[in-house]
């Protein structure tokens, strides 16, 4: 499955502050998406991405990113988050908050686990989060790692492009534009010279030009 159209927004916003730890929740979820974000549109998805740096209240904040999505033509709504328990230096894990898109969500979570050496808790079906029962379009919420986990923040960082590769991929499919790596160019396409056939058969007085000279 691939998306031509998703909309990616980031958790919370710059006043509405979400969990912190090691890592900072809004920080993170802005860099990520907009990195998930520039992975899609190599893979030609029409990519909108959304961070709420006006609200002041959660309710405010919570209605400002669910009508932003929901004011876009778009196949997929995407929120991303980092979750938060007890401060602890244990892996934690990555998962995939959901309403309906249960395949969707588990296919997300393992690709976001295997790309960053993460647990993979899988696919949660949850029914009280307002971005998943406000966005209109299929969504999923993701929860990338846990901020107040040293190791889950130690692997995000050092896995930080793979796992917005990995997103991507899941999102847009796998066919990336190959671009040759930098210092390196490609070769030069064998090229033919150039040739002209003319076969015409005229009678009278003509004149032909070829490349601005006449050719008599
Ligand atoms: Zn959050």
New binding site residues.
Partial sequence: MSYDRVVISS??GKYVR??SGVLD?VDE?GRAVEQVADELRQRDAEVTTYHDDVSQSQSENLNRIVDFHNSKQRDLDVSV????YVETDKPMGTEVLFVTQSALAGEMSSAIAEAGDLIDRGAKKRTDLFFLNNTEMPSILI?TCFVDSEADAATYQAQFSSICDAIASVLGGSQEVVEPPPGQTEPPPDKAPPTLRLDVEVTGEIAIIINGVPVT
């Fill in positions: 958790g919370h979400g969990a929740e979820a988050h980092f979750n938060a929860e």
